[in-house]
């Protein structure tokens, strides 16, 4: 799988969106982005995921680049609850399809 | 429609004794997978089981962990005669379809081993 690299934390004003910048610069053409979150001491949440389009569903909006190379996680409207380390994870389609390994991640930090 | 279950929250258990953790899927899930994570470490794969087969288990260390997800009744983590390596949260997902990397997580399990 390839690698990423998302900043160690970020802030954002509560309201405000949030937009979660992730590089996957040797993502091939068979693997998917997906984002999941987790907020201090809970289980991970599955946020979104896409492979080349553009996606958007009731929590977040997925907008990858055109070479692919990158993607950003847009928060529309960040609220307090928001508060978690977001991890962005490239992952192939077929084979294992569902080992997933969580690396560091952002930690977003909504301020009121 | 109730999330993933699991119990107990916190689990204290002292050197040598045995932990049972205890995982509900969602509603109409039918294959569960078991992730470890270390204190500030990331998340780790471990098991991978629908109702009666072991799928993939090959994230289990091969000594004193095993997992079980009978008929009837929730996903079981079973770790025997507990190490203080073992202190971590224990974490269950499930999805509604096989192979999948959509996974709803439960809350956790919180092994403290002293």
């Known amino acids: 799988d390839a690698k990423t690299t998302q900043p160690p934390s970020m802030d954002c004003a509560e309201g405000r969106a949030a937009n979660l910048p992730c590089n996957h610069s040797?993502?091939?053409?068979?693997?998917?982005v997906y984002w999941y979150r987790q907020i201090h001491s809970q289980g991970p949440q599955y946020i979104i995921h896409?492979?080349?389009n553009n996606e958007t569903n009731e929590m977040a909006s997925l907008i990858i680049t055109e070479d692919r190379k990158s993607s950003t996680l847009i928060l529309p409207h960040a609220t307090l609850r928001d508060t978690a380390v977001y991890y962005c994870i490239v992952l192939k389609s077929g084979g294992s399809n569902y080992k997933l390994t969580f690396g560091k991640g952002t930690l977003l930090t909504v301020n009121p | 429609n109730a999330g993933v279950m699991q119990n107990p929250r916190h689990l204290v258990r002292r050197r040598g004794q045995e932990a049972r953790l205890r995982c509900s899927p969602m509603k109409g899930h039918s294959h569960v997978y078991w992730y470890r994570q270390l204190p500030e470490e990331g998340l780790k794969f471990m098991v991978y089981l629908q109702k009666e087969n072991i799928i993939d288990e090959s994230g289990m260390p091969k000594e004193r962990f095993s997992a079980e997800f009978p008929k009837e009744g929730p996903s079981i983590l079973r770790i025997q005669q507990v190490v203080r390596g073992d202190s971590a949260a224990y974490f269950c997902?499930?999805?509604?379809?096989?192979?999948?990397?959509?996974?709803?997580f439960g809350p956790g399990t919180r092994l403290t081993v002293t």
């Open positions: 040797t993502i091939s053409g068979n693997e998917y």
């Open positions: 896409g492979l080349k």
């Open positions: 997902a499930s999805s509604p379809r096989d192979a999948t990397y959509e996974q709803y």
